[in-house]
């Protein structure tokens, strides 16, 4: 047998050619599909997925531990697949806008009774939960879990560590997740454990859906910025953040849905603030990072303030103001509303056309001891008010209702219950038409108060003793 001539060895490595091609194009797309199919399904983590995974050793060893390692890892693949998609989700928000909560924490949620009361009046078709738990954590304490609202809402989640970018990214994913999760998310407000409201729900999400910038601080000229921007080296910024662009603000916003999928499809500047830091004193990534890539890319679309409250007067080792069991009370929750936020870098207003700002109130606040719960809970039940409906603006819907052009008579009717306060209920009686086309963006308001006015007469109708034995926190 004559052995085989170089010709059909050839002919033979280029009839397999094409096999090799398609194996090779199909094992890698299913590899990659893999890494970024990420659907509703699988956005959360099951109710019965245990918080604290245990930590395995390659030696066999009875109850041994691991220390946590020095640096946690960033901006792996499956972080990086998920903010891709959630950059490119539809940029507008469906009609019925929706309010995205985010609860980013360490810890069990120690006020998680308050924001039962506080969503407990809440339409559930205007809200969504999102909870990003460090799983190295221990959630699983007597009485404080992810129950109530929060069952089944904590996403896939990972380390977080003070001094360094992993409270970036979490606050990030958290973003990516209420992206991807509900189109009608609009605004997304960033929280800690430490966190309470302030107000009702009905006015929490008035004042928030209808601005059409985002909350949050931006501050240039603070005391000690170029040491913070200098934390990972002299010139380790540069050139994507010069000094010039750095600034400075706190952890905790409100975005638009436009401004979350910047960030989170933003990689220049994370590019530089995930480097560690040399010095833990001046680290304070999460401070830095979100001031500063809106202030580079849309300053106009912000209000520089953020709407959580907070008491630097009195806070050590970069902590804000713990507020004790014995000094809450009435007072204190009013002059906290009272209170207005500082507008980035300006020290009052002055006439130059930020005084408009002076109606922003705070909608939440922090930081309280856990140990104040039962305080707090008792001022929500009995010594704070609900908001009446009358604080949902008859001028806003006279505004709306005026825009498309319909003269409009605004009754109030109040109906009593035994079980409640007085509820004062706006009712829109429209008298004519002209032929003009009304506006959407009037429309979509229209509809968003009446859904509000509707439920909470459907509550009152249907005399629901539950809704009143527990006036929410307003």
Not at 275 to 293: G, I, M, N, Q, S
Request: hydrophobic share 40%; net charge positive; proline share 9%.
């Amino acid at each position: 047998m004559l052995p085989p001539t170089p010709l059909p060895l050839f002919c033979a490595i280029l009839l397999c050619l094409p096999l090799a091609l398609i194996f090779t194009f199909t094992h890698s797309t299913s590899s990659s599909s893999s890494s970024i199919n990420l659907t509703k399904t699988n956005l959360f983590l099951p109710p019965t997925t245990p918080l604290l995974q245990p930590q395995i050793n390659n030696q066999t060893t009875a109850n041994a531990t691991i220390p946590p390692p020095p640096q946690l890892p960033l901006d792996e693949e499956d972080d990086v697949s998920l903010f891709a998609l959630a950059s490119r989700v539809h940029p507008s928000p469906k009609p019925i806008k929706k309010l995205a909560f985010m609860f980013l924490t360490t810890s069990p949620l120690p006020f998680a009774p308050l924001w039962e009361l506080f969503f407990a009046r809440a339409p559930q078709n205007l809200y969504n939960i999102y909870v990003h738990a460090d799983p190295s954590a221990n959630y699983t304490t007597k009485g404080f879990g992810f129950g109530g609202v929060f069952d089944g809402r904590v996403i896939r989640s990972k380390p977080t560590r003070r001094h360094t970018p992993t409270l970036i990214a979490a606050a990030r994913r958290l973003l990516a997740h209420a992206l991807l999760h509900d189109q009608s998310n609009s605004m997304f407000a960033l929280l800690s454990p430490s966190c309470i409201p302030l107000h009702s729900f009905s006015y929490t999400y008035r004042t928030l859906i209808k601005s059409r910038r985002s909350y949050i601080e931006i501050l240039k000229d603070e005391p000690g910025a170029y040491d913070r921007w200098a934390a990972r080296g002299e010139e380790a910024m540069l050139p994507e953040v010069g000094y010039e662009d750095f600034r400075i603000g706190s952890q905790f916003w409100v975005l638009k849905r436009k401004h979350a999928r910047i960030v989170v499809g933003e990689r220049r500047v994370w590019s530089k603030f995930k480097l560690p830091c040399l010095r833990d004193h001046t680290c304070y990534p999460e401070e830095h990072y979100f001031a500063t890539v809106l202030s580079m890319v849309d300053p106009r679309g912000c209000v520089p303030c953020t709407l959580t409250h907070v008491d630097w007067n009195g806070g050590h080792g970069g902590h804000p103001r713990m507020y004790m069991e014995s000094e809450v009370g009435p007072e204190l929750i009013r002059r906290l509303r009272k209170s207005r936020p500082r507008y980035g870098d300006e020290i009052a207003s002055n006439g130059s056309g930020r005084r408009r700002h002076e109606e922003d109130p705070f909608m939440f606040a922090r930081k309280f001891s856990a140990a104040s719960l039962h305080q707090l809970m008792s001022i929500a039940n009995e010594d704070i008010k609900v908001e009446r409906v009358q604080a949902m603006a008859p001028s806003t819907i006279r505004k709306a209702i005026g825009a498309v052009k319909d003269q409009t008579s605004i009754g109030i009717a109040k109906v009593a219950s035994n079980m409640a306060p007085e509820l004062e209920v706006a009712i829109v009686k429209a008298t004519s038409h002209d032929d003009d086309p009304a506006s959407e963006k009037y429309i979509r308001e229209i509809l968003q108060l009446t859904l509000i006015l509707v439920d909470m007469l459907a509550r009152v109708l249907l005399r629901c003793p539950n809704d009143w034995e527990k006036p929410v926190i307003g």
